[in-house]
Structure formats: C-alpha cells, structure tokens
C-alpha cells in the first residue's frame, strides 16, 4: 500500500504577512478558525518560498479539493496535487486571472478515476506553459507527466 496526500501549490503574488491574512480569511470564509494547535481538528501547513505557498491540509479533514476556491479568493493561481496510493497523480490547476482550469493525470490511475476524467501525461498549454522555469520545455513537462514511475512521487 502506498501514499496518500493532496497539497495545494499557490503562486504568492502579495507580501507574505497579506498572503497569510489572505489565507485566514478564506479558511474562516470555509468554516475554519485559528485555534492553538492542542485544539485543533484540523491542522494546515504552509511552506513558502520566493513564488509559491506550498498548502499541506490534513489529507482527512475533507478540505483536500479546496483549490479552486483558494484561487479564486487569492486572486492567483492555484494547483491541487492529489497521489492516490502512490500510483496515481492528479494534478488540478486553476486560475481565478485568466479564468483557465485543467487536470493532469499522471501514473496507474485506472483504478481511482473512470476515464472521461481526463488523459494521462496531458495538459492544456496554454495553463502549463507561463508557470514552467526558465528554461523549461513544453515537451520536457509532459514527458515527466506521462513517465513510468514505481512510486508516482517520483513524477513531483
């Protein structure tokens, strides 16, 4: 038996002390409030770096598919990264700017998913392409996508 565990990747387009109110407002606008951690049901983690907030929920407290609203509250872009027993991947992007939303699947995912979800190792370009580094290729991206893992972690 493998993993599970979904992360939210949320491109930091404000100040962290106006991203981290930002974030508290829209957990409270879902029902969640700051309590010290020995009262807490449900814990959150963030992991910031220089462009993007790395979101870890605890993978049971139902608010692992809070991406789009998290974007759409953030006014930015925001990525659900989903691993199903370390055999599946499903990658959900959404961007309240541009409107633009697409899925990825990546791995062994006939098992968790029928498939008019969406196609293994493909995505729409037009979202993919400004988040890729310097660099970067298209091609590059969805042959990670579209790789043949032991461990689907591996792809991330």
Known sequence: MGTFFSTFQVKSNQPRPKFEKGFTDYMKSIGLVPVKAEDAGFSVILAFSENWV??????????????????KAMKTTCINTSVFDSDCLYLY?????????DKVMAG??????DPEDGINGEGNPHCWKPLLVEGATWEQLTEVWSGDYVFIEEAL
């Open 54 to 71: 790395t979101v870890c929920p605890s993978y049971d407290a139902g608010y692992e598919n809070e991406a789009q609203g998290l974007a």
């Open 108 to 113: 062994w995912c006939e098992e968790y998913c």
């Open 93 to 101: 992007f959404y961007d309240a700017v541009t409107g633009r939303e």
